[in-house]
Nanobody, 122 residues
């Protein structure tokens, strides 16, 4: 059983940056690919990006490509989401999740964190 805890959310102005972190415990972190998802009020949870088990590969949704970067530290059991050039439409609750492989579908992820709120003001 893997436990995931996100941190780093908050309020930021449009154009600003924020880094989210996700700390994992209770499992072998390096055996899981990690994904980030977000859910805005009244909307479905959507895929943001994911990173391979080793960290050598990443994949991003078109909406964040070039602005967001995912990286991980398997020695520290953490995965991070660096968000730059933030827009008001990036406002959402952000979740990290663990899966056996790199997937864009939330149904393929076995473990989820509780989420952290990000608000981007215009």
């Amino acid at each position: 059983q893997v436990q995931l805890v996100e941190s780093g959310g908050g309020l930021v102005q449009a154009g600003g940056s924020l880094r989210l972190s996700c700390a994992a415990s209770g499992g072998t972190f390096s055996t899981y690919a990690m994904g980030w998802f977000r859910q805005a009020p009244g909307k479905e949870r959507e895929f943001v990006g994911c990173i391979s088990k080793s960290g050598s590969s990443t994949y991003y949704a078109d909406s964040v490509k070039g602005r967001f970067t995912i990286f991980r530290d398997n020695a520290k059991n953490t995965v991070s989401l660096q968000m730059n050039s933030l827009k008001p439409e990036d406002t959402a609750v952000y979740y990290c999740a663990a899966a056996p492989g790199m997937y864009g579908s939330k149904e393929r992820y076995n473990y989820w964190g509780q989420g952290t709120h990000v608000t981007v003001s215009s």
